[in-house]
């Protein structure tokens, strides 16, 4: 070092910490949409075009996650393809010996585009799926014409050979067409397929009432995948995000504020989690002005969350505490105006029950429009 100084050890530092290094990291390239989905989990206020990170940056930023002791880039959005640079974007995080994973609604891509995005590396595609027919996928994304669009994506995909994710956010809407769903992800000889009940961050928080599921609906969903899971052994693996409102115990959401996984937001901020912005109380640094690993390991916002010193009762004395650590900190934000709060999906949180009477309410809401996700500014 210029100065004399010895370079930082982070990975002791690590360990001196007692904090894990991250499995995977979230890219979101642009907030840049063609769809308007009334689900987009995205933050109400989205990072204009004017302020995404440069190329230059991001493969800075995938160096140090490699470094840091990242495993699998996931490259998303709004719409990844909208970035014109994507090819050098996955050269460049395939280089620092990253897995690269596209999270794409398949709007924008061509056939040559995905060779290209071959050529360069990438490893795996994820498909998001808003409904199994026209009519459906077209209404829920707010895009005539996309479905059909994304039938030749997914032909396209199948014919270079990348390995396929589907990933079906469900909802009220749309709920009846999960078993569909499971039928189109084995024609499209998909590895794997993600079902996601509609969680309530960013946008889709506007649309709760024409989205949420009814308690009957979310058994079934849980039936349909358990039902599926069995059947399909050895053909297709089923990830599932059950919906919590109506649930018991919360998740684990981020496999744990700060242990496994980061986001770095289009515009460069790093967050523990896609929805960290909603939690204002926080701060977050910016990979413009900081390393990764510092972010990561001294980082206030990352810090803020971690373990268990910072948990009220009663999950301070809960034994499911390192289990679910007291499931999602944005929800507990959301619902009860406190992010250090137990999240009321959970059974002992004094507003559960409540909680479980407005999920009955909103779900027999009559049939609420959706309120369509707009653009970021330039
Ligand atoms: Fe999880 Fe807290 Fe509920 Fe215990 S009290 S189950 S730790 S959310
Ligand atoms: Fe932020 Fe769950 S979405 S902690």
Partial sequence: ????????????????????????????????????????SNPMELAQRSRELETENWVRVFQEAAELGVLQLHLSGGEPASRRDLEDLVVAARKAGLYTNLITSGIGLTERRLAALDEAGLDHVQL?????????????????????RKMQVAEWIGKIGFPLTLNAVVHRQNLHQLPDAIDMALEMGARRIEVAIVQFHGWAMVNRDALMPTKEQAEEASRVVAEARERLKGRLVLDYVPADYHSDYPKRCMGGWGTTGLNVAPDGEVLPCHAAQTIQSLSFDNVRDKGLAEIWYRGAAFNAYRGFDWMQEPCKSCPRKAHDFGGCRCQAMALAGDPAATDPVCVKSPLHADLQARAQQFSHAPDAELTYRGQPGK
């Fill in 1 to 40: 070092m210029m100065d004399g100084t010895a370079p930082m050890d982070w990975r002791a530092e690590g360990k001196r910490l007692g904090i894990p290094a991250p499995i995977a990291m979230l890219a979101e390239l642009t907030h840049r949409c063609p769809l308007s989905c009334p689900y987009c």
């Fill in 128 to 148: 998001s799926l808003q409904g199994t027919d026209a009519g459906m996928a077209d209404r829920v994304g707010g895009y005539k014409g996309g479905f059909k």
